[in-house]
């Protein structure tokens, strides 16, 4: 089935670890991205990816870093895990950047709890 | 600062209709989403608006006022399927999406 797959469903992690959230999409989108989503307030932008091989930052990158080596995947790294990065991370992607409607197709989302 | 205004929570009953209410302020405007989201579930696209007046699709139709920077979602004939958050995003003119923190839909028999 055609669309986004993200890994692991769910993780509890201690602080000061790192952690990678993957993240693969088969319907060849240019564009990715990586929000974390928290109650009470709105979708945040982590980083986000126009096309393979460039990334940019967000509204909140900072402890994140993200790499887009093909056009496929988007994993998303916490270099050292602190409690507030305790969320719940959607992957998102859409074919097209800036122009119509510029759907988001999201997987099914990585609950991440740090302790 | 960029702002998206939406209930958090309504209530509404079965079989009836019921419209949530979107405002936002945003530097530059290229167009307006709706997604829903069920509890524990990914956000997915309803509708989308560039241009003022109704979108119908379906039970939903989407409004946009740009002048007065609003949009409602409309729902009419509502199933118990449609508890559900629903979720209002403005691309601003950086074509980057600023989302409202979602108005949680509960539909009671």
């Known amino acids: 089935i055609a669309g986004i797959t993200q890994a692991p469903t769910s993780q509890i992690l201690a602080a000061g670890r790192r952690m990678t959230l993957r993240c693969t999409q088969d319907m060849r989108h240019n564009a990715m991205y990586w929000y974390r989503q928290d109650l009470g307030l709105g979708l945040r932008l982590i980083h986000y990816s126009n096309t393979a091989g460039t990334t940019g930052k967000g509204e909140v990158p900072d402890g994140y870093s993200v790499s887009r080596a093909n056009t496929d995947d988007f994993p998303l790294t916490l270099a050292s895990a602190v409690p507030s990065q305790t969320s719940v991370y959607f992957c998102a992607s859409s074919d097209s950047q800036g122009s119509d409607t510029g759907e988001l197709f999201f997987g099914e989302g990585s609950r991440l709890t740090v302790l | 600062g960029q702002n998206i205004d939406q209930p958090t929570e309504m209530t509404a009953t079965e079989g009836a209709i019921v419209q949530i209410n979107c405002t936002y302020q945003?530097?530059?405007?290229?167009?307006l989403f709706w997604y829903q989201q069920h509890a524990g579930e990914a956000p997915t696209f309803l509708s989308y608006n560039v241009l003022d007046g109704l979108e119908e699709k379906g039970r939903f139709s989407s409004f946009l006022s740009r002048s007065k920077g609003y949009s409602y979602l409309l729902l009419k004939e509502l199933q118990m399927k449609d508890s559900a958050s629903y979720l209002c995003a403005v691309l601003d003119s950086n074509y980057q999406l600023i989302w409202g923190a979602g108005t949680k839909l509960i539909i009671k028999p």
């Open positions: 945003t530097s530059g405007f290229n167009g």
